[in-house]
Antibody, heavy 126, light 108 residues
Framework: QLQLQESGPGLVKPSETLSLTCTVSGGSISSSSYYWGWIRQPPGKGLEWIGSIYYSGSTYYNPSLKSRVTISVDTSKNQFSLKLSSVTAADTAVYYC??????????????????WGQGTLVTVSS | DIQMTQSPSSLSASVGDRVTITCRASQSISSYLNWYQQKPGKAPKLLIYAASSLQSGVPSRFSGSGSGTDFTLTISSLQPEDFATYYCQQSYSTFMYTFGQGTKLEIK
């Protein structure tokens, strides 16, 4: 079945750029049915959607993070990546990648995140 | 932005209990509402989409209802493996997804 795995440094210094990659296995990232997304969770807190990308490279981001976020895709490697610039301690979190599924129902298009990667903790500290 | 508010924030219950968790949206979101379960140290897992549709493989003791601004997740008979944190999420906004703050379900 489809699996996602996050990878990248677990420690980033303040003001630097956080970089993570999500590797998709058991399915193609180039499927026309899905977008792919990043979601984060500060320790002991709730979930925050960061942004999503289509295999063509089309992206959309959380407005609160948009000025610092770049999400890209590499279809040849079946991967998509997250870059978050100018990080501070407030960016310390577990970062998850996930597939964004969709279905057309009588009232419109419903979208959800499933499955998710296991998550990776990124700590921002000097 | 659409804000999602869950209640209660935490809940103690016993095995076999019927439990209901509420999620309220700051504006009408029709049925664009999903529920997730997260166990400690694990990624969230999709339970219900479109307010009331059970994701494949999810036990039938889980059910969802509601539309507009008020939604509920019900567990008909709590099992030991159901003690976790539950999140609602709206997808009404085409380019912005928001989650509720979570409801932690603990063993009484």
């Amino acid at each position: 079945q489809l699996q996602l795995q996050e990878s990248g440094p677990g420690l980033v210094k303040p003001s630097e750029t956080l970089s993570l990659t999500c590797t998709v296995s058991g399915g193609s990232i180039s499927s026309s049915s899905y977008y792919w997304g990043w979601i984060r969770q500060p320790p002991g807190k709730g979930l925050e959607w960061i942004g999503s990308i289509y295999y063509s490279g089309s992206t959309y981001y959380n407005p609160s993070l948009k000025s610092r976020v770049t999400i890209s895709v590499d279809t040849s490697k079946n991967q998509f990546s997250l870059k978050l610039s100018s990080v501070t301690a407030a960016d310390t979190a577990v970062y998850y990648c996930a597939r964004r599924g969709r279905m057309d129902l009588w009232f419109g298009e419903i979208r959800w995140f499933d499955p998710w990667g296991q998550g990776t903790l990124v700590t921002v500290s000097s | 932005d659409i804000q999602m508010t869950q209640s209660p924030s935490s809940l103690s219950a016993s095995v076999g209990d019927r439990v209901t968790i509420t999620c309220r949206a700051s504006q009408s979101i029709s049925s664009y509402l999903n529920w997730y379960q997260q166990k400690p140290g694990k990624a969230p897992k999709l339970l219900i989409y479109a307010a009331s549709s059970l994701q494949s493989g999810v036990p039938s003791r889980f059910s969802g209802s509601g539309s507009g601004t008020d939604f509920t997740l019900t567990i008909s008979s709590l099992q030991p493996e159901d003690f976790a944190t539950y999140y609602c999420q709206q997808s009404y906004s085409t380019f912005m997804y928001t989650f509720g703050q979570g409801t932690k379900l603990e063993i009484k």
